[in-house]
Nanobody, 125 residues
Framework: QVQLVESGGGLVQAGGSLRLSCVAS????????MAWFRQAPGKERELVAY????????EYGDSVKGRFTISRDNAKNTVYLQINSLKVEDTAVYYC??????????????????WGQGTQVTVSP
C-alpha cells in the first residue's frame, strides 16, 4: 500500500504559477504509475497529467498541454505538477493518484486504488 499527501495549492492570480507536490509513503513510489487529477465544483474528476514509473512516459489532458508539467523524483518518493499560465478555469481540487497498472490509472478512474486528500487551487481573474 501507499499513502499520498499533496501540498502546494493556494490562491493565485490568472497567469501565475504553482508547483504541487505529492509525497508517497509506504511502498516505494517507483512501484506505481502516478497521475494528477482535478475536480471542479459540479464537474467530474478528470485526468490532468500522467507519468510512468521511471518517468519515461508522460501524458496530459488536452486542456493543460503546454502549461502543465509532471515530473517525479523516485529517490524522494515525490511527484510534482508544475502549473504555469494559470487560468480561472483551472480552479479545482487537485488530487494525486497511484496505481500499479497503467490501463487503470489512465482509463478506469473509479478503480484507482490510491488517492491523496487533495489540494485546492483557486485562480482569480
Amino acid at each position: 500500500q501507499v499513502q499520498l499527501v499533496e501540498s502546494g495549492g493556494g490562491l493565485v492570480q490568472a497567469g501565475g504559477s504553482l508547483r504541487l507536490s505529492c509525497v508517497a509513503s509506504g511502498r516505494a513510489s517507483s512501484t506505481y504509475h502516478m497521475a494528477w487529477f482535478r475536480q471542479a465544483p459540479g464537474k467530474e474528476r478528470e485526468l490532468v497529467a500522467y507519468i510512468g514509473r521511471s518517468a519515461d512516459d508522460t501524458e496530459y489532458g488536452d486542456s493543460v498541454k503546454g502549461r502543465f508539467t509532471i515530473s517525479r523524483d523516485n529517490a524522494k518518493n515525490t511527484v510534482y505538477l508544475q502549473i504555469n499560465s494559470l487560468k480561472v478555469e483551472d480552479t479545482a481540487v487537485y488530487y494525486c493518484a497511484a496505481d500499479p497498472f497503467y490501463s487503470r490509472i489512465i482509463g478506469q478512474i473509479k478503480s484507482i486504488p490510491y488517492w491523496g486528500q487533495g489540494t485546492q487551487v483557486t485562480v482569480s481573474p
